[in-house]
Each structure stands twice: as structure tokens, then as C-alpha cells.
């Protein structure tokens, strides 16, 4: 065996760019569940939850791969840790999304209709927040290109400061939706308002697992 | 010497069998980056290699050969017995050769340069004793082994500092790509024959002084970049590339530049492993033609040189090629722009060695490259346990070479003596 052969290992980059499109795309589905499920078409949702599962179920393949594929030994650029804890907040999107999906669907739940168009808001803020922080796990590539120096350094910079901010709008609406809830709790059915609050607590999560990966991005790029 | 005309033709046979096998083996490892990063096709990466592993050879490797041949043991401590130097660089040349075979066909990674050393140290010790071997020389060629993957290291990491600050961390790389590798191509002209002028040349009957060294040397400079900035001109940016896919761009100007280093690392390659095989076989020739008389610090003969640098060009044309191409698959995570570096490095580093006469490792030379290009953060993924396999090769090849030399040196001498 050729020592120059055993010194080069793959790159786990691009299988860590590759298991956010999965977990995004997940997270992404979301949207068309909820629609389907406030319209009453159960069959639609049941089809997205499908969609959804599916796509946990293939980011959890790509997790085990990846892992297998950073033993101890290997020298990166980055600290092997941040990198796999990426990869655990990534996953944790995943598993949300399907959970967040197995609960709106396993439980029919249906919101008053008032605080449905503010439901998908905050679905879809948090999902703009992992859509950020998708941009900047793929900017790992021009960084392990130019070696993580200067001005690529800098754009992940202000990309780790949008996501913080996308994170807090997220926080606010999630705020906004808690006190509509509270104000209507008398009129609905109290095991239905427990697990809308739930709904929500995971809806801002899904923010604040991206908001998490943005961190391990600051101290990739730390000096 | 009545069997002389049979210590020549064993020899010539042994060190032909043992050039074989390094350029079978060998040049892969300095060849595969040049076709890993996708800069030469299979075809030319052999032609680039035949071509300069020959001319380094040629041109470079007589100081290298004359360490083998007689740095390590001195020849006037077999003043009165030449048959036992001429056993024991038989059995050296053997026991590297075949140890080679076997480790190759193991899939270890060893080293042929280390084995021959070994083997001659063994011999020496058993047949003769301790005390005809030159342990100053063999301390200094053992601190080679360690500095020169270290120099390699520094070179390729200041030099990939250098690209970083002046190209890739900028506006406008490509401009800058196009702008400053010309320059890199100037240098590596410049060093590359500079070394082989002032240091290696001598040994083919062309002393320079040291100006005419030094403006040799920066006309072929000149002349490289010349060349170069003929084929970078050609380089379009990618059409439509925005920001984010400039670094495609930035990559092919690199990869003309990648060309040059590959010539100089099949160049530095010859220079320096050349001398494995035919060290040996010219002391053999050496001592039978002084008919034992060990004075023998005759010039190399002409055909020796040649007869090393064809072996190694068939090795690599019979059996390297598919080495090269298993070994350039496995590392498509180095760029030209890395891969340059490392190249550029490591030969400058092999070459100055093959100048002064040290028999060094290209290969680990070549780790200790890439690691420094690792320490800039520019290569995504390394496995350090390679580390562990040098040190290995250290520890493990010396003594095996040593041992197996021995053997072979009693079976000779049982047979011939």
C-alpha cells in the first residue's frame, strides 16, 4: 500500500452538506402537511408524513456513514468535534421535523383558524433560519479552499449573524402565537392546547437547532 | 580478479532487478498526485516521468550513488579482501530488491532507501565489523531521513501561506492566479537547476563556477515561465462563473503550473532513489576494474547511470502505471494548487538532498509536504496514522534490510568465495 494512498481520506464536507439537504428537505415538507391538514385532506398529509419519515430515515443512513468515516486518527481542518456535533444538530432537525409531523398528523390537530396563518409563519421563519444555516455549511467548501483565512471567514461571519437574527425573529412570533393560545384557551378542548403548545415549542426549535449548528460554525472559523 | 566479468554481470543484473522495482513501486507515489488532482492524463504522467526520473537520474544522481557506493563503508577497510565489499553490495542489492518484492506484495509501505542502507550497514558490520562502517556519515544520513520531510513541511506551508495571502484570499483570484504563478513557475526553474547545476552536474564532466550556476539557472527560470505564461494566457475564466465557482478557474491556472512541479518531482525522484540500485553495482564495477585495488574513486561509468534510469523507466512502464493510477484515485481531494506546493517542496527538498549526497525517502518526503499543507487547513481530510507507518519503517525496514543482507552475503560467498 502506497503511503501517499493511506494518507488521503475523503472529505467529509460534501456528506455533511449532503445530510442537511436531506434534514432541510424534511423540515420543508412540513409546510404542505400543515396546509393539507387544515384543509381536512388527511390523505395529502398522510402522504407528506410518508415524505417526511422517509427523509429522517435517509439523514440517519447518511449520519451513520459520515461517522464511520471520522475515526480518531483523522486530521482536519476544522475540530473533529464541531464537526460531529454539526452533524448531531443537522440530524436533530430531521428528527423534529418527523416528529412535528407524526404529531399533527397522529393527533388530526387542528388549530382555530385564526392562529393558523400565524402557525405557518413561524414554520416558515424557522425553516428560513435553517435555510441560512444551510448556506453556511455549504460555504465549508470555499473555506477548506482559500484554508479557512480572511475574507471567506468574514462572510461566514455575517451569515452566523443573519441566522442569529432569523433565530430571534423566530423566537418572537413563537412568543406572539403562545399568548393567541393563551387568550383562546378557554374555548378549545385543554388536551388539544397542550400539544398546540407543544407544536409550537418545536416549531421554534427547529430555529433554534439551526441557530445551534450556526455556533459549531463560529468556532470552525475561530482562530 | 578472474570471476570480475561475473561480479559485473551479477551485479548489473541485481541493481537492473532493483531499479525495476523502484520504478515499478516508487515513482507511483511521487507520479500520483499529479494524476490524482487530475492535472496529467495515465499516458503523460508516465512520458513526464520516463523523460525527467531519466534525467534526474542522469544529471543529478552521482553524488547520491557515490554515498551508496562508498560513503557508507569505506572501500580501503576491504583493502586486502575486495571479494568480500563485492559479496556484500551483491547481497545488499538482493536483499533490498527482494524485500522490496515481498513488501509490495504484502501491501506494506516500506522504503527502498532505507533498505538499501540497512543492508549495507548489515553486511558491513557481520562480514567485516563495526568499525568499517562511516557511523558519522550514517548519523547524518539518519538525521536526513528525519529533517527532510520537516523541510518539505515548512517549504510547502510558507508557500501555501504565500498562495493564500496572494491569491486565493483576494478579490479577484484569478487575476491574481494569472498575475503571480508565473512567478511560482520562475522559482521552481529557478531552484530546481540551480541545485543540479551547482551540485550535481560535476559528476557528468560539467563543472560550473558559481555564476555560471546562478545565471544558467535563472535563464532556465525564465525560460519555464515563459512557457508557462504562454499556456496560462490561454486560460479563459469559467464562462458565467460568479464568485463562488472562481476557485474552478483559479484551479486550472494552477494545474499548468502543477505540470512543471511534476516534471521537477520525477526529476528529484531520479536524482535521488536512482542510487539504491546502482550505488551498489558501481562500486562492484569500480572494485573489479581497479582488479581490487580499492583506491577506486574512479568517475561513475556513463553506462551504470544509464543502465539504472532505463531500469527504472521499464518498472514504471511495465508495472508503475497501475500503481499510479489505483494511488491518483484514491487522493482526488488534492487540488493543483495544493498539490503544486507539495510538489514544488518536496522537490527542491529530494534534489538538494540528491546535491549533497544524502539518500533520503521521496515518499516521506512527500507526507511531510502534505502535512504542511494540512497545518494550513488546506487539505479536508488526512490520516495521520501514516505517521505511524514511517516511524514503522524506520524501526522495521533497517533491521530487516540489515538481516536479509546478511543472508544473502554467507549464501554468496558459500557459492562464489
Not at chain 1, 393560545?181 to 378542548?189: I, S
Not at chain 2, 531519466?54 to 554515498?67: I, R
Request: aromatic residues 8%.
Amino acid at each position: 500500500m502506497s503511503l501517499i494512498f493511506a494518507l488521503f481520506r475523503a472529505s467529509p464536507f460534501a456528506p455533511l452538506q449532503a445530510h442537511f439537504a436531506t434534514a432541510h428537505a424534511a423540515a420543508q415538507a412540513l409546510e404542505g402537511l400543515m396546509q393539507a391538514a387544515w384543509v381536512g385532506d388527511w390523505s395529502r398529509a398522510q402522504g407528506q408524513v410518508q415524505l417526511i419519515v422517509a427523509l429522517e430515515e435517509q439523514a440517519d443512513t447518511q449520519k451513520r456513514t459520515l461517522r464511520a468515516q471520522l475515526p480518531k486518527g483523522v486530521f482536519l481542518p476544522v475540530s473533529r468535534s464541531d464537526l460531529l456535533q454539526t452533524l448531531q444538530e443537522q440530524d436533530a432537525i430531521a428528527n423534529l421535523a418527523r416528529d412535528i409531523a407524526r404529531l399533527v398528523y397522529g393527533r388530526r390537530l387542528q388549530l382555530p383558524e385564526s392562529l393558523q396563518a400565524p402557525t405557518l409563519d413561524l414554520l416558515r421563519r424557522s425553516i428560513a433560519t435553517v435555510n441560512e444555516a444551510r448556506t453556511a455549511v455549504n460555504e465549508l467548501d470555499e473555506l477548506v479552499e482559500v484554508g479557512f483565512r480572511g475574507r471567506r471567514v468574514a462572510r461566514m461571519q455575517g451569515l452566523i449573524e443573519r441566522i442569529e437574527a432569523l433565530e430571534s425573529e423566530s423566537d418572537w412570533l413563537e412568543l406572539e402565537l403562545r399568548d393567541m393560545l393563551f387568550a383562546k384557551e378557554g374555548m378549545l378542548n385543554p388536551v388539544d392546547v397542550i400539544f398546540i403548545y407543544r407544536l409550537f415549542d418545536w416549531l421554534g426549535d427547529l430555529a433554534d437547532h439551526a441557530e445551534a449548528i450556526s455556533h459549531r460554525l463560529q468556532l470552525m472559523v475561530a482562530r | 580478479m578472474e570471476a570480475g566479468t561475473l561480479y559485473i554481470v551479477l551485479a548489473a543484473l541485481f541493481g537492473l532487478f532493483m531499479a525495476w522495482g523502484i520504478g515499478a513501486n516508487d515513482v507511483a507515489n511521487a507520479m500520483a498526485t499529479s494524476v490524482g488532482s487530475r492535472v496529467l492524463s495515465l499516458r503523460r504522467a508516465i512520458l513526464v516521468a520516463a523523460l525527467f526520473e531519466f534525467a534526474g537520474a542522469y544529471l543529478a544522481g552521482g553524488s547520491v550513488t557515490t554515498t551508496i557506493r562508498s560513503g557508507i563503508v569505506a572501500p580501503t577497510h576491504f583493502a586486502t579482501e575486495a571479494e568480500l565489499l563485492i559479496f556484500g553490495m551483491l547481497a545488499a542489492l538482493l536483499a533490498a530488491g527482494s524485500w522490496l518484492l515481498l513488501a509490495s506484495a504484502r501491501g506494506w509501505p516500506v522504503s527502498t532507501t532505507h533498505t538499501i542502507v540497512g543492508g549495507i550497514i548489515g553486511f558491513a558490520v557481520v562480514a567485516v565489523g563495526a568499525e568499517v562502517v562511516q557511523w558519522g556519515q550514517v548519523a547524518t544520513i539518519a538525521a536526513s531521513w528525519v529533517v527532510s520531510p520537516l523541510i518539505a513541511g515548512t517549504c510547502a506551508y510558507l508557500l501555501f501561506r504565500s498562495v493564500q495571502r496572494l491569491i486565493l484570499d483576494t478579490d479577484d483570484p484569478f487575476t491574481n492566479a494569472r498575475r503571480f504563478v508565473p512567478g511560482y513557475m520562475f522559482i521552481t526553474g529557478f531552484v530546481i537547476s540551480h541545485i543540479t547545476l551547482s551540485k550535481g552536474l560535476k559528476h557528468v564532466g560539467l563543472p560550473l563556477s558559481g555564476t555560471e550556476a546562478l545565471v544558467i539557472a535563472g535563464l532556465i527560470g525564465l525560460g519555464v515561465m515563459a512557457l508557462g505564461i504562454g499556456f496560462i494566457r490561454r486560460i479563459e475564466p469559467l464562462a458565467g462563473a460568479d464568485r463562488d465557482f472562481q476557485f474552478t478557474s483559479v484551479e486550472r491556472v494552477f494545474a499548468v503550473m502543477m505540470v512543471l512541479t511534476a516534471c521537477s518531482m520525477a526529476f528529484a525522484h531520479g536524482s535521488n532513489d536512482v542510487a539504491n540500485a546502482i550505488g551498489p553495482v558501481a562500486a562492484v564495477v569500480g572494485l573489479v576494474q581497479s582488479a581490487g585495488s580499492v583506491v577506486g574513486q574512479s568517475a561513475i561509468p556513463g553506462w551504470v547511470l544509464f543502465g539504472g534510469a532505463a531500469g527504472i523507466v521499464a518498472g514504471l512502464t511495465m508495472w508503475g502505471y497501475r500503481v499510479i493510477r489505483t494511488v491518483g484515485r484514491g487522493i482526488t481531494e488534492l487540488t493543483p494548487s495544493r498539490g503544486f506546493a507539495c510538489e514544488l517542496s518536496t522537490a527542491a527538498t529530494v534534489v538538494f538532498a540528491s546535491g549533497v549526497g544524502l539518500p533520503v525517502s521521496t515518499t516521506h518526503t512527500l507526507v511531510g509536504a502534505i502535512l504542511g499543507v494540512g497545518l494550513v487547513k488546506g487539505i479536508a481530510a488526512l490520516d495521520l496514522g501514516v505517521i505511524r507507518s514511517i516511524l514503522l519503517s524506520w524501526l522495521v525496514t533497517l533491521p530487516a534490510g540489515a538481516l536479509l543482507a546478511v543472508l544473502y552475503f554467507y549464501l554468496l560467498r558459500a557459492l562464489l568465495g
